[in-house]
């Protein structure tokens, strides 16, 4: 559990770091960087270390049909993720892009995955996108900027698509099938 709270935690503070204490980070300058890559790779181990090695009480159960509803919202946040990155016409429309789509991803695995360390894990993690999403906003003015067309966005869908047959395909190998309602 505590490599799980730890995790999520680091995770959270270099992210926000930028956002609530910008005259420390402003003299590290760029090789603050290079540190930060480090400490989200160690902060990514830990969570994957605590999640898996956490027997932890389940608090919900979810019915059967949410796992339909999971995959569709996976699909759906691959695809808002990778906006950002496509510049297409969707682009145009998501201030937040891979913020937002992390955001869904967690929401999609609340749905489906009811114990205490899910709840720690996806839950935090989608919190900690939301504030930085309104400390963002708060900061900064948004420049609706120009869209590099549709046919960006239909690439943008098929590559989703594919990332998301990797995903599914990684998560059947570590034995939680996404298509047969194992957890996630």
Do not use: C
């Amino acid at each position: 559990m505590l490599l799980l709270i730890l995790g999520v935690a680091l995770w959270v503070a270099v992210h926000l770091f930028k956002r609530v204490a910008p005259e420390a980070r402003r003299p590290l300058g760029e090789k603050f960087k290079g540190v930060a890559a480090i400490l989200l790779v160690v902060s990514v181990v830990l969570m994957v270390i605590g999640y898996r090695g956490w027997e932890s009480p389940v608090l919900y159960a979810t019915g059967p049909g949410f796992w339909h509803f999971n995959n569709l919202l996976m699909v759906i946040a691959l695809i808002v993720f990778g906006a950002g990155m496509a510049k297409g016409w969707l682009w145009t429309k998501i201030r937040h892009p891979q913020l937002y789509g992390f955001t869904l991803w967690a929401i999609a695995h609340l749905l489906v995955n009811g114990d205490l360390a899910s709840l720690i894990l996806f839950g935090g993690l989608g919190i900690w996108a939301l504030v930085e999403v309104a400390l963002i906003n708060r900061q900064d003015t948004w420049v609706r900027p120009a869209s590099g067309g549709i046919k960006r966005d239909g690439a943008l869908v098929a590559i989703s698509l594919v990332m998301y047959g990797l995903i599914a395909g990684i998560h059947i190998l570590l034995g939680h099938n996404p298509f047969l309602g194992t957890t996630a």
